[in-house]
């Protein structure tokens, strides 16, 4: 083992590693730090650039998208009051309010310090846990992959809407897509027309979904920025400030990697769930939402957190746990190279090459954000009118670029469209692009388990794995018709005086 | 009683997956005559999503009556109403859509770069916001040839010149 991590991390250490990790890390801190551009966003923009690169180097600048991206989230949060990304929303609440009494640059230290030690237990935690449980995976069937798959598909139905069924119609859609072109069996379906013989591509299906419909949305709607940008003023962390907040910051990062692990949470729910919890416990707790530094801290360090432990899923069973890394799932196929057990028997170079590549951008990540944490802040009051319609070329270009296929722009602008009426009627998206990631391998195994048992249904409960992820799909959907039945008393409940 | 957003959506998703259901499969998902082993038929698993979405769509409705009661009492608008209020919103957003038409078409026709450089512009108006004039006309011509001289000196991406500009440059070649 130890060879093989020394012959990885001489893999690692060259030059186009270190240059695809670097302008990862500032690419995705200045994408995060702009109000409206996500993570998302600028992990799939980077999709098409990662076909010209070797597998290890692409992902590796899809994480560093990743990370830079969930840090530069917190500022213009704490800067302009805007959170560059969901998972920054908590940092606002105190980030602002310091950057009003000219802490701004305290308060980006705290989320730079806290971001790099969530990102750092995250990545150990990756390191020593996706190994044990691939090798568990490698004693799991085509019927318990399936009804893994049908788990987290659930999952991420419920969680990332207001509602379930909203979710799974979303996923119906993303499953229904993924059957266009040819099957496993050399069969085509919904080939309307000769181009749609190959199939959907992933790359355009994602960009569209996730880059266009923000563009129609500013085109239509024309919203108005008038958040006033604050200085970056006081700078100096201390070391006092710093061991104060080191018990939020360590509880962060666990919560992170715990919640990051789990498939369809992700860092949003992680940083508010710590947020909560050092609210609680802090002898501060009362200045929460003033100021307070250790806010920041619990919130950065768990949406950080998350970041290696998504890829944990990802890795060992094949199975993304957000929509990041479901765009690096597809990342991962474009090169050749399917993540799940078989992964760490075929490819484990490459494994470990990863593993220590994405230790090396926690480093980068610190490096960037003291360097140019100001610079980062000017970038974050780029105008949306300029910069969303240039995006949109961009796209096209990458897209084009691919498979030189005016079918792939026209399928780019088709699903942004699609991206933007599901936007208008509250459907999820995250759902709708996992699925139709996961829809080939999800049939796959289906038509496997059928074709093995000779058409006997009963292969979906003949193990115990298969019967403990029925069960916990049936629970979580329990759970979740519960939490929206509270929900909906709740507020039949406050209706009722004012009727 | 008031119809809300959960009840369009509930309405739009049981449309289309009974639309995919009883009209694309049939026509669209042919079976062949022969499938090895005991491997289920290719239709098999559109119809499974299919009718598993037309439920939750079915749901998505059913769902949405309790909110539209609890909404009766506000005033009621008519979906004509709805859409003359917002008439501004679908006028650009139908802008938008034939925006993306034209380029599609347009491609071919003018090629790559210059249809490129025609939405660009396109966008740059439709976003309402004209106080950066000089960053937009700038942009709109400097931008697309940068990515194109990128694409094609990096990637090597052949990206078509446009029909028409074929046909002009072959003329001038033989004036010339």
């Known amino acids: 083992m130890w060879n093989e991590l020394l012959y990885a991390f001489e893999a690692v250490a060259t030059l186009p590693n270190f240059i695809a990790m670097a302008a990862g890390i500032w690419g995705g801190v200045i994408i995060g730090a702009i109000p409206g ?92 846990l996706a190994m044990p449980l691939a090798m568990f995976a490698l004693r799991v069937g085509p019927p318990e992959y399936f009804m893994l798959m049908a788990f987290s598909l659930t999952i991420v139905a419920s969680i990332s809407g207001r509602s379930l069924v909203l979710g799974i119609i979303s996923a119906c859609v993303g499953l229904l897509l993924a059957t266009v072109g040819e099957d496993m069996y050399g069969s085509f379906r919904f080939a309307v027309t000769e181009d749609m013989k ?25 919203p108005e920025d008038n958040n006033p940008a604050m200085k970056l003023g006081d700078n100096r962390l201390t070391m006092a400030e710093f061991r104060g907040s080191l018990k939020s910051i360590l509880r962060g990062s666990v919560i992170g990697v715990i919640l990051g692990a789990i498939p369809g949470i992700g860092p949003s729910t992680a940083a ?23 806010g920041i801290a619990a919130s950065e360090s768990a949406n950080n957190g998350c970041c290696g432990a998504t890829m944990i899923p990802l890795l060992a069973l094949g199975v993304p746990g957000d929509v990041i890394t479901g765009v690096m799932l597809g990342a991962f196929m474009i090169h050749g190279l399917t993540p799940g057990p078989l992964l760490f ?154 009727a | 009683m008031t119809p809300n957003r959960d009840f369009y959506t509930g309405l739009i998703a049981t449309a289309l997956f009974a639309l995919v259901l009883f009209v694309l499969i049939p026509i669209y998902v042919k079976v062949p005559s022969f499938i090895p082993g005991f491997a289920p038929p290719p239709n098999m698993w559109p119809r499974v999503v299919t009718c598993v979405g037309l439920v939750m769509g079915i749901l998505a409705i059913i769902f949405a009556i309790p909110k539209m009661r609890e909404a009766r009492g506000e005033p009621v608008t008519t ?23 034209v380029f599609t078409y347009a491609i071919p026709a003018i090629g790559f770069v210059a249809a490129t450089i025609l939405l660009l512009a396109y966008l740059f108006l439709m976003s309402g916001d004209y106080s950066r004039k000089t960053w937009m006309i700038g942009l709109t011509i400097v931008f697309p040839i940068l990515l194109y001289l990128l694409f094609t000196n990096i990637t090597h991406t052949p990206f078509p010149e446009g029909h028409l500009f074929s046909a002009l440059s072959a003329d001038f070649m033989t004036l010339i």
């Open chain 1, 272 to 294: 508010f769930f710590s947020y909560s919890e050092a609210r609680r416990t802090s002898k501060n707790g009362d200045k929460f939402g003033e100021g307070e530094l250790e």
């Open chain 1, 37 to 128: 551009m996500t993570g998302t966003m600028a992990v799939t923009l980077a999709l098409p650039f990662t076909f010209y690169l070797p597998p290890v180097t692409s992902i590796l600048l899809l994480v560093a998208l990743y990370k830079g991206s969930t840090y530069g989230g917190s500022i213009s949060a704490i800067l302009i009051k805007t959170p560059g990304t969901a998972s920054a929303a908590c940092t606002v609440l105190d980030g602002y309010p310091l950057a009003q009494q000219g802490k701004g640059g305290k308060a980006l230290n705290m989320a730079l310090v806290s971001s790099c030690i969530g990102d750092f237990i995250s990545n150990i935690s990756l390191f020593f």
């Open chain 2, 79 to 101: 979906f004509g109403q709805t859409l003359y209020r917002n008439r501004k919103l679908i006028v650009r957003f139908g802008a938008v859509l034939i925006g993306f038409a």
């Open chain 1, 198 to 222: 190959s199939g959907l591509g992933v790359v355009p299906v994602l960009i569209g979904l996730f880059a266009l419909p923000e563009l129609i949305k500013m085109i239509v709607f024309r």
């Open chain 1, 345 to 498: 028997q075929n490819n484990i170079g490459e494994v470990y090459s990863l593993f220590i590549g994405i230790l090396f951008s926690s480093v980068f990540l610190f490096i960037a954000g003291k360097l140019t944490a100001g610079a980062f802040a000017k970038i974050s009051r780029i105008p949306q009118t300029l910069l969303l319609p240039c995006i949109l070329i961009l796209c096209v270009f990458g897209i084009y670029s691919i498979g030189a296929s005016p079918f792939d722009v026209t399928v780019l602008l088709v699903m942004g469209v699609v991206g933007f009426i599901m936007m208008i009627l509250n459907i999820p998206a995250a759902p709708f692009l996992i699925a139709f990631i996961l829809g080939p391998m999800f049939e796959d195994n289906m038509r496997r388990s059928m074709a093995i048992s000779r058409g006997d249904l009963s292969v979906f409960f003949q193990s115990w794995i298969s019967w403990g992820f029925f069960a916990l799909t049936i629970l979580f959907i329990a759970l979740t018709i519960r939490r929206e039945w509270q929900k909906w008393r709740e507020k039949s409940r406050d209706a009722a005086p004012s």
